[in-house]
Every structure is written in structure tokens, then in C-alpha cells.
């Protein structure tokens, strides 16, 4: 076989997903053990055997690492629920800090994140007790720097599993931490919450020398601004101060992994390596082995981290090779590769890291070729004219042009190689990152040559390291301006849905089929092609399922909640109030981001409360409505007014909304005119929506005042299958006389905990239970999303809870 550690590999990775199957870890071991005994003793089924024994490999390896093997176990003493407890661990590393940008207070705050391995628990100041386990602090404040690995710490808080996404696309914090046997977090409001109850005498060394590195490149410079910081990030990989603002640009230019102590940087600082040494004469298979230790110095003194990890393995199977004087064969080295990692650490295949690593260097690997064949066409000289004939300059220039031309073909085959990757985990599209890489990544190399050298002479030179560093700050600067204006092309970048897993099967199967040639090769190449043909149509027929489908997911936010509808077709998405500024950026912004909301269709505010509208100016910053409704209401929120002055002079304003305008799907209605109605939450907009066939009825935070003066309309009116309320300041939303017109089959409740009058009561928990029909709370079971269909509907939360239903009342 031409490469065994390609099946090797697929076996291997086939066990690790099957990890999740509850089979105990003996019967894995026991099993594994009979397969070995087998495969000794049954020669003719060794090939199927050895197979067998490979995925048991992977499966009890992965369950190894997650199952509870000590009766200690932090998931045995706390489960589920978790509980206010004093903890006694050792600090697994030094405690990482991070800037952000509070939008509310227009000012920035510090978090310090840090993991911990606890040896001892406490609850309720009673007796110690042994625990095992690894826990996640996040402290709101910038812990100091005397706190660092190796330390024995004491802290006091809530201990209680990692949370979820709120809304479906956002973050998976819990699952990250899974992955890497964290199940519980603590969060800290203050520093000086931390006690250290003991201490090495000295920081790692790691520590140490990057706080000697910092100030080694900083040597000569005015100050330490950005683009010094910058330096750090992509040389020592401290990232402390790469804010949401600052790393924007470069996210949006897809230049943000030059940040990362990854693949290309291990790949930059091994080819300088290699140069120098083969420029002193060295042989090559002893290059790789002269570099090998300089390149796990590197990565020991920037942490360990494990983009690097990964990065080191696949190079020193290269190096090996090298050594041993094998040939070398790049895609089976790829598979070696991702063997050894994963049975170092299974539950990186699941890492986002990993999976785009194996990807992208393999879709250079296979696809490059083609795009190297276009290349030299575009290079090929005029085959009749000599060598010695051609212009002078075209001598001069060929080689720059042949080296520029091949650094945009391998980014553009590795950014084809992750585009289905980064819509999943970052619902990101920059169809020109080809270009903005083709002036970062050369300027990246040769901020490292700078930097590497400043390092290596300040002690000698201090003179010539100054030099060094003005000339790494100076071509930072550079990225730095060429990655904020690539960022601005038009077309640099869009937001994508997040794409389903047979959509990005499709996508690597007829992008490698394509380019590689293997689709239009050999005798069998019709029933390729007729594969292909039939995959997509499986893929329109899943497209053609979903089209009809119309979505309202109800955003649960401090105080208030937001509603977003994406119907069928293109302009039918609404957007129904915002929540406030800081709701806004960290919900509402990052959610309709991963919906693929780069514009936002139609956005209406039912009322001026600042914890349902806040924010509408920052959303319409960041969204631009092509329509935005207010309601005919006057209210005396300051914020709102202020918002309603400043669309004055926007095209996007409409009419304001009167009872009866139909905006988009909805039917507008507001309490009657004449009743005594006087607070903001007894006067919103309320819609309601008759959608393929069902109604839907959204109440915002109506109070009883309102409800009483809706009561005397047609009860005809009011009737819906589906209530989305929110909880007014003051009283309950829906209470029993209103149910009683309403009659509907599923109720969401929109509140949130804080703040505390903002949560369902446990008295309104009862009341609504007694009704027999799916009750859905946004404060525990986080966002929801009510799928409405032609014939049925289905209600999901985040957490799980469903119901659905099929016929209009």
C-alpha cells in the first residue's frame, strides 16, 4: 500500500467518534484485550482484526480521558447543579488576561482567565474533603502578575458547570471546555478575591523569559503602542492585549493567524533555520535535526500552546524522514501526523484548531498542483524566442513574479481549503484573503527575522537589537495598514450561515474530486460524475425542505428580549426590538452575525423602554436596516428619543405604526385608545402574525393594564397558537382572563435573571403549568426558536425542551 497511515488514520478517527456510545471503559479494555488475543492466534484475519483493534484504540482512548475514574471526581461530588464552595488547586498555568471594550460604559475592563487543578473542596465552611478535577476562573479584573504556574491558590465562589451558547450559531464555551476536561467554571468579580496559600520560589521559565522577551523588543522604542504589542502577540504569542477592536481588522482581512503559534509561524521559523544552516553547509538530514531542538525551545517558551503542538509533530515527521533519508510523501507524513496527535490528545478532533490545520495542508497538498499548473502558464516565456533575446527586464522580473505568483496560488488554495471550516466555527467569507496574504505573510516572516534576531543579540549587540526592533516596529506597522485597508475592499468579507455538516461533505468531496483530476479520470468516471450530480440533488432536496420553513427565535437579554423572524425568500428577515447597548454587542451582534446577517432587511421597535430598544442606534451602526418601524407612541425614554432624532434623516424611516398597518407579516395592534394605560410596558406594539397557516402572537412586556384594555376588542382578534411574552416591570404577564381568549398551544415566556423582576415567578411557573400545554422560560432554557412549516410547527430551546404540533386551531 502506497500510504497505510491514511486507513490507519480514518480507523482511528472512526473510534474517536464513536466515543460518545455509553459503553463502559472495562467492556472497552476487555474487548480490546480478545481482539489482541485474536489477532495473535487467527492469522488469515489479522488485516480485519487489526482494523477492529485500531478503532477500539481510538474509542477507549477517548473515553479513557472522560470517563469518572475516582470516586473524587468534581462531576461525582457536584453534578449538574453545582454549589458555593471553597476550593484549594494548583494553577495548571499562568493566568492568561485579556482587554475588552464595555459598550454600556464606554470604557475598557480586563478579564484574567485561569485553570486550575483542585486537590480539596469545601461547602458551607464545613470539613475538607479530596476532589479531582480541573475547573475554568474567569475574573473580571486584571489579576496581578505575581500570580503565576506551580502556585497552590484558595478561592471562594460559585462553582457550577460551564454555560452553553445562548442562541444557536454562538459559541459553545461548554463544549470547548469538554474538549478539554474542564466540566466546571468559576466566575470572580475581583482580584482580590484570590488568596495563595503557597508558591515556587521562581515563575516558570517560560514566564520569565517572556517578560525579558517584552522588554528586549520593546529596547529603543518611545513607547509601547500597538504595533509593539502586535510584536509580542505574533512573536511571543501573548495576546493580552489584542481587544475586539484591534483584532477586527485582521479577522476581516483573514490575517489573524500570522497571531497564532501555528503551522506557519512553526513553518517561517523552521525555513530560517534550515537556510542558515544549509547556507554554513550543513546536510540536510542533519538540518532537521539541529532545528528540532531550537523549534521545541520556541514553543516551551510561548506555552506550550496547542496550535504549536501540532505544528511540531507535523514537522518533525518531516525531519525524520529527512534523517532517516526516506522518501518522503507529504499526505502520508499528514496522516502520520494526525496520528500521534490524536493519541496523544483524542479530543482534539474535535477542536476547530485541529480540523483546520488537517484540512488546509491537505487541500495544499492536493489541489496546489493544479493551481501550480496555471501559474506557469501565466509565467511561460514565448517558446520560439531564446532566452538570450528576452527583454532584460523580463529576466530581472520573472523570479519576484514567479515568487509572488506562487504565495497567492498556495493562499488561495488553503483559503479554498478552509472556507467551509470558518463559515462553521466563525460564519466568516473573505473571498480576497489571497492577496491581503500575499502582503502580510512575507512581512510576517520577515517581522520574525527581526524580532529573533533582536533576541539573539541584545545581550551582545543592544545597539544592533535597537536596530532590529525599529525595523520589526516599522514593517508591523505595515501589517498592520495593509491588513485595516484590505479590510475595507469591497467584498473583503461577508457573514455566512453556519453551514450543515452534509453541506461541508459535499463541498471538500467535489472541490478535491475536481482539482485534484481524480472525478475526470479513468474508466469509471461517468459513475463518478453521475455520484457528484447525485449528492447535489440530495443537497437541493434538503435546500428545497428548508426553503418554506419561516424561523422566529426569541433572544433572551438583560431586562428585555429580542425577536428575530427569518422567512423565505430574500428582504422577509424582521428584526423586533434590541435590548440595550451592551445586549446589542455581546448577543444580538455575534447572534445575527452567525445567521449571515450582513444587512438587516426590516427593524421595528415596539416601544421605547431602554432594555428593549437601548441599543437600536448601535444596531443600526452595525446592521443598517433597510426599513425601520417606531411606534406612533410617544415615550419618554431618553435614549429613544435620542435614537428617534437621529433617524430623522434616514431613507430607512417608515411611517410610524398605527393599529391595523401590516409591516411585513405582521398585523400591528396596540391597547385600546381610551383605557388608562400609562406605563411604556402597558403601550407596545403588539404583532401578530399569520404564517403558513398558524398564529403567532407577540405580546413584548404588556402588563396587565394592557391586557384588560385588549380584552374588550374582538376576542377573534387576539386568538393565537403560538404567545411570545415578555415580564412587564410590575405584575405578570398573561393572566387568566387574557388565556382564556388567547387559547394558545405553546406559551414563551421571555425573562432573564436579572434583573430579578425580570423572572418568572415561581407563583406564575404554577398558574401557567395548571394549563396543561408547553410552557418555555428564555431564563433556564436560554434562546428558543419556533419553526413554523406548511401543516406543523415545532417550539426548540437551547437546552433541549421541544414541542410541536400539527393544524391551525
Request: some cysteine.
Amino acid at each position: 500500500m502506497k500510504r497505510p497511515l491514511i486507513p490507519v488514520a480514518l480507523f482511528l478517527v472512526l473510534g474517536i467518534l464513536l466515543a460518545p456510545l455509553p459503553v463502559p471503559l472495562s467492556v472497552l479494555f476487555a474487548a480490546s484485550f480478545i481482539l489482541v488475543l485474536l489477532f495473535a492466534a487467527w492469522v488469515r484475519a489479522r488485516p480485519v482484526l487489526l482494523c477492529a483493534l485500531i478503532v477500539l484504540t481510538g474509542w477507549t482512548n477517548h473515553t479513557r480521558r472522560t470517563a469518572i475514574l475516582s470516586p473524587y471526581d468534581l462531576r461525582v461530588i457536584f453534578g449538574e447543579h453545582g454549589a458555593i464552595v471553597t476550593v484549594h488547586g494548583r494553577l495548571c498555568a499562568t493566568p492568561s488576561h485579556r482587554l475588552h471594550f464595555d459598550v454600556k460604559k464606554d470604557t475598557n475592563y480586563w478579564t484574567t482567565t485561569a485553570q486550575i487543578e483542585v486537590s480539596q473542596v469545601r461547602q458551607n465552611n464545613g470539613e475538607w474533603q479530596p476532589a479531582f478535577g480541573r475547573i475554568e476562573t474567569i475574573t473580571r479584573d486584571y489579576l496581578p502578575d505575581t500570580f503565576f504556574a506551580g502556585q497552590t491558590v484558595e478561592l471562594t465562589e460559585a462553582l457550577k458547570p460551564a454555560s452553553g451558547p445562548v442562541a444557536e450559531g454562538l459559541f459553545d464555551y461548554r463544549s470547548y471546555l469538554r474538549q478539554q476536561g474542564i466540566y466546571y467554571e468559576m466566575r470572580l468579580n475581583h482580584a482580590s478575591l484570590w488568596q495563595l496559600i503557597a508558591s515556587p520560589a521562581s515563575p516558570p521559565l517560560a514566564d520569565r523569559f517572556c517578560a525579558w522577551a517584552k522588554e528586549a523588543l520593546a529596547l529603543g522604542l518611545p513607547v509601547k503602542d500597538e504595533s509593539v504589542q502586535l510584536e509580542w502577540a505574533l512573536t511571543l504569542g501573548w495576546k493580552a492585549a489584542l481587544s475586539d477592536e484591534i483584532s477586527e481588522p485582521f479577522i476581516r482581512a483573514a490575517t489573524y493567524h500570522i497571531f497564532a503559534v501555528d503551522g506557519l509561524r512553526i513553518a517561517i521559523i523552521g525555513a530560517i533555520l534550515i537556510g542558515l544552516f544549509r547556507v554554513a553547509g550543513i546536510p540536510r538530514a542533519w538540518c532537521g535535526l539541529l532545528a528540532a531542538p531550537l523549534i521545541f525551545f520556541y514553543a516551551a517558551m510561548t506555552g506550550w500552546p496547542a496550535s504549536a503542538v501540532r505544528a511540531i509533530v507535523m514537522i518533525m515527521v518531516i525531519f525524520i524522514g529527512w534523517a532517516l533519508k526516506r522518501p518522503s510523501d507529504l499526505i502520508n507524513s499528514l496522516f502520520a501526523a494526525a496520528i500521534v496527535i490524536l493519541l496523544w490528545e483524542p479530543r482534539q478532533l474535535y477542536q476547530a484548531g485541529f480540523q483546520l490545520s488537517f484540512f488546509v495542508v491537505l487541500c495544499i497538498i492536493l489541489i496546489l498542483p493544479f493551481f501550480k499548473n496555471i501559474g506557469e502558464w501565466l509565467l511561460r516565456p514565448d517558446p520560439l524566442l531564446p532566452e538570450s533575446l528576452r527583454p532584460r527586464w523580463q529576466r530581472w522580473l520573472h523570479p519576484p513574479a514567479r515568487y509572488l505568483i506562487d504565495l497567492l496560488l498556495t493562499s488561495t488554495a488553503a483559503w479554498l481549503g478552509s472556507i467551509p471550516l470558518v463559515a462553521l466555527y466563525f460564519h466568516l467569507m473573505t473571498p480576497l484573503s489571497g492577496p491581503a496574504n500575499v502582503i502580510a505573510v512575507p512581512l510576517c516572516g520577515l517581522v520574525l527575522i527581526c524580532n529573533l534576531s533582536s533576541l539573539l543579540l541584545v545581550a551582545w549587540l543592544p545597539g544592533v537589537a535597537v536596530l532590529f526592533n525599529h525595523a520589526g516596529w516599522f514593517i508591523m506597522e505595515g501589517i498592520r495598514a495593509s491588513s485595516q485597508w484590505s479590510s475595507r475592499w469591497p467584498g473583503a468579507y461577508f457573514y455566512l450561515p453556519m453551514p450543515s455538516l452534509l453541506t461541508i461533505g459535499i463541498y471538500y468531496f467535489i472541490l478535491l474530486a475536481a482539482l485534484t483530476g481524480w472525478l475526470f479520470q479513468g474508466r469509471r468516471r461517468q459513475w463518478k460524475i453521475g455520484a457528484v450530480i447525485a449528492l447535489c440533488l440530495i443537497w437541493s432536496a434538503h435546500w428545497l425542505w428548508e426553503r418554506p420553513a419561516t424561523r422566529l427565535t426569541v433572544l433572551p437579554e438583560e431586562g428585555g428580549h429580542a425577536v428575530y423572524l427569518r422567512g423565505p425568500g430574500r428582504g422577509n428577515n424582521w428584526l423586533i426590538d434590541c435590548g440595550g447597548e451592551s445586549s446589542v454587542d455581546s448577543l444580538l451582534k455575534p447572534y445575527l452575525r452567525a445567521q449571515g446577517v450582513n444587512r438587516l432587511p426590516n427593524f421595528l421597535l415596539t416601544h421605547g423602554e431602554a432594555d428593549f430598544s437601548g441599543g437600536a442606534q448601535l444596531a443600526c451602526d452595525l446592521f443598517r436596516p433597510g426599513n425601520i418601524y417606531v411606534s406612533a407612541t410617544h415615550f419618554l425614554s431618553p435614549d429613544y428619543n435620542i435614537f428617534l432624532r437621529a433617524v430623522q434623516t434616514n431613507s430607512a424611516l417608515r411611517p410610524a405604526v398605527h393599529t391595523g398597518d401590516q409591516p411585513g407579516p405582521f398585523t400591528a395592534f396596540f391597547p385600546e385608545a381610551g383605557s388608562r394605560v400609562v406605563k411604556a410596558d402597558d403601550k407596545p406594539i403588539l404583532l401578530r402574525a399569520d404564517i403558513n397557516g398558524f398564529r403567532v402572537l407577540l405580546l413584548s412586556d404588556l402588563g396587565h393594564p394592557g391586557q384588560n384594555a385588549l380584552l374588550n376588542r374582538d376576542t377573534n382578534y387576539l386568538r393565537a397558537d403560538i404567545v411570545v411574552a415578555g415580564l412587564p416591570a410590575d405584575g405578570e404577564p398573561l393572566g387568566d382572563a387574557f388565556l382564556d381568549f388567547v387559547q394558545p398551544r405553546v406559551i414563551v415566556i421571555a425573562d432573564s435573571d436579572f434583573p430579578a423582576t425580570r423572572l418568572a415567578t415561581q407563583e406564575l411557573r404554577d398558574r401557567l403549568a395548571q394549563r396543561k400545554i408547553p410552557v418555555f422560560y428564555t431564563s433556564e432554557m436560554r434562546a428558543v426558536t419556533i419553526t413554523i412549516r406548511p401543516g406543523s410547527w415545532r417550539v426548540e430551546a437551547m437546552d433541549g425542551t421541544r414541542a410541536s404540533g400539527t393544524g391551525s386551531k
